[in-house]
C-alpha cells in the first residue's frame, strides 16, 4: 500500500483550486513584455489598490520582488538595516551584496519586531570610512520567528525613525494577510507604513507561482526595468495573473482557519517529550518547535514522521510546520497521533 502524506513542510506547497486552473485555461493574455496582457494588468492594479500604492509589479517569485526593491532604493556602498533571523537576510542567496553592492546590517529582535532603539544605534553616521545608511526592511509575518505578527505600532515607530533619517522602508510581506488576518488590521494600515511592499500569491493564498511589489509608480517603472534585467519579464502570463486574482480576492478569508489548525497542532504536541513550544506563541500558520530528545535527534524525528505521513521541514531552532489549505483537520489529527505514537 502507498502511503499518502499530510504535508507541512511548508504553505508554499498548496496547490491552485479548481476555479483557479479554469481560471487558467480561460485567461485572455497578451505580451506583458510588450504591455499588453490585460489579464497581468488587472492583477498589478488590483494589488496596488489592496495596497494603496500608485502601481504594482507582477513578479516571478518573492525573492526577485525583494531583490528588485532592494535595487531600486539603493545605491552600491550603501547600507540596509534587516532584522537579524529575516528572510531577506538569510534565506535569499544574498541578493544584497550580489545584485545591489550593498551590506545587510542586522538587528536583534523581540519576536521580528526591531525596538526603535536599536535600530537608530545601528543607522550609520556620516562617515568616509562607512556605508551609508538608506533602508530598512520590515517581514510581517515574519517566518523564522514562527510566523510572528509584527504589531502595526512597531511599523509606526519605524516609519518615524525612516523619517527622521531620511531612509526608506520596504516590507517583505510574503504573509501579510496571514498578518491582517491574525491581528484584525487591514493590509494597507502595514503598506501606509511603509514606500514599497512585496506579497507572495503562491504561499497560503494558493496561486502556483507569482509576488507582487507595490509602491510608488516611477519606482515601480525603474522595477519593470529592473525585472526586465534579472530575467523575470514574462510574455503572455496572463495565465499565471488569472489565478492570482482569484488569490487575492477570494483565498484570504479563509487564512483564519489555518490559523486556528496551527494553534490546535501546537496544543497537541506541547508537553511531549523532547518537544519545545508554547502554543500561545503560535498566532499564524506557522508552527515552529525546539526538539531535543536522549533518543532521537531531529533528523531522526522527522524520518519517523515521515514513516508516519507526516511531512515537515528542519529548520534553524527545530521543526517546522505549516498548516494550509491543502491540510486540513484530519491532517492535524494524524499528526498529533503520530507525535504521540513516536513519544510516547
Ligand atoms: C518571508 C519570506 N519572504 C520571501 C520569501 C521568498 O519567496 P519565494 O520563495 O517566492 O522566492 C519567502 C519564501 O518562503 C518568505 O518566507
Not at 550593498?102 to 570610512?129: E, F, L
Not at 545608511?133 to 516609519?159: D, S, Y
Not at 519579464?233 to 488569490?247: E, F
Not at 518547535?289 to 522527522?302: D, T, V
Amino acid at each position: 500500500m502507498t502511503l499518502t502524506y499530510s504535508d507541512f513542510r511548508s504553505d508554499t506547497v498548496t496547490r491552485p483550486t479548481e476555479k483557479m486552473r479554469k481560471a487558467m485555461a480561460e485567461a485572455v493574455v497578451g505580451d506583458d513584455v510588450l504591455g499588453d496582457d490585460p489579464t497581468v494588468q488587472e492583477l498589478e492594479r488590483l494589488a496596488a489598490e489592496t495596497m494603496g500604492k500608485e502601481a504594482a509589479l507582477f513578479c516571478p517569485s518573492g525573492t526577485m520582488a525583494n531583490s528588485i526593491a532592494v535595487k531600486m532604493w539603493t545605491n552600491a556602498l550603501e547600507e540596509v538595516i534587516v532584522e537579524e533571523r529575516s528572510h531577506i537576510y538569510n534565506m535569499e542567496s544574498t541578493h544584497m551584496t550580489f545584485i545591489s553592492g550593498v551590506t545587510p546590517r542586522p538587528v536583534r529582535s523581540d519576536r521580528g519586531a526591531m525596538a526603535p532603539a536599536d535600530i537608530v544605534a545601528a543607522i550609520r553616521k556620516p562617515n568616509v570610512h562607512t556605508p551609508q545608511t538608506t533602508l530598512i526592511c520590515l517581514e510581517n509575518t515574519h517566518n523564522n520567528w514562527g510566523g510572528a505578527v509584527i504589531p502595526l505600532e512597531n511599523f509606526k515607530a519605524v516609519r518615524r525613525i525612516a523619517d527622521e533619517h531620511r531612509l526608506k522602508v520596504h516590507l517583505d510581506g510574503a504573509r501579510i494577510f496571514n498578518a491582517s488576518v491574525a491581528s484584525g488590521v487591514p493590509v494597507r494600515k502595514f503598506a501606509d507604513q511603509v514606500d514599497s511592499i512585496q506579497f507572495c500569491l503562491s504561499k497560503a493564498l494558493s496561486a502556483p507561482v507569482g509576488s507582487m511589489l507595490a509602491g510608488p509608480k516611477e519606482r515601480i517603472e525603474f522595477g519593470r526595468r529592473l525585472r526586465k534585467a534579472f530575467g523575470g519579464g514574462m510574455r503572455q502570463v496572463g495565465v499565471l495573473a488569472a489565478p492570482g486574482i482569484i488569490a487575492l480576492t477570494e483565498m484570504v478569508d479563509r487564512l483564519k482557519d489555518d490559523h486556528a489548525r496551527a494553534k490546535r497542532l501546537a496544543r497537541g504536541m506541547s508537553g511531549l517529550p523532547g518537544v519545545q513550544i508554547d502554543p500561545e506563541t503560535v498566532e499564524t500558520d506557522i508552527v515552529i518547535f525546539g526538539f531535543e530528545h536522549p533518543k532521537l535527534s531531529c533528523a531522526a524525528m522527522l524520518e519517523r514522521m515521515k514513516e508516519k505521513g507526516i511531512l515537515a521541514l528542519a529548520v534553524a531552532g527545530g521543526i517546522r510546520m505549516v498548516t494550509h489549505k491543502d491540510v486540513g483537520d484530519e491532517d492535524v489529527d494524524r499528526a498529533i497521533r503520530a507525535f504521540q505514537d513516536i513519544l510516547s
